[in-house]
């Protein structure tokens, strides 16, 4: 029944709606959204330790609240990044290998540059 | 399957540039620049919970001359992608979108980016000195 409320095209190809077509779509809002504050933190907070030695610095980042910043904003910056690049490389490389090999490089730099982010403010907070 | 080679609409080059065609370029551009720019950032962190040494030699790089250039390049961009994507969103939430609208918040962006981005500066050189 499922199938004659198909197109042809539709019908060849096997695939269907997976209801997911506006993910990425609201991937980019909802991360966009929350980057407006802690961009604007982050900006702030980085003018406020222009220069600063090392004693300061470790002793700013390893605060509380300075490390749960930190944290949020690495985790919602490398997730807009992956997806942003994402949609760059989808419009503008044509050819299926080199697309490919592209998405592929940016998911695996954006997560470990994510966790190498991460485990650093983890390793600030906790030592110190 | 078979490809059919179909006409296909005039795309970008066939317009005159346009403000609000050349934001919308610019939004990517920057989006890019900033997503290389996440390196260095990281690498500050790093060196950072690696120990003095190694963050004094960041901080070293971080105030050379080729440091504070592309530390400007990216504040320049970073102000412009958070500006224009504050324009973008309300335009997801169905506000501005009038020709007359989209034209005024563009300047808006392109003025306030560069105010900005000097007073970011101005402050920062400040900070450092002290």
Redesign the interface.
Known sequence: MADRMRTPLGQVYGLGSAREGAREWWAM?LS??A??PL??WW?IAI????????RD??AW?SSPLTAIL?LLT?AV??YH?AH??QE?IEDYVHHEGAKLASLVAVRFVCVA?AV??I???L??AFRH | MPTVQRPLSPHLEVYRPQLTSLMSIFNRLTGIALSVGTIFFVWQLLAAASGPAAFASFQGLAGSWIGLAALFGWTLSFVYHLLNGVRHLLWDAGWGFDLGTTYRSGLVVLVATLALTVLAWIVALIVWGA
């Open positions: 809002r966009s959204l980057l407006i961009g604007l900006m003018i406020a330790h222009a220069g600063a030695d090392y610095f470790i980042v930190w690495i910056t490398f990044t942003g690049l760059v540059l190498a982010g485990f650093s403010v390793a600030i």
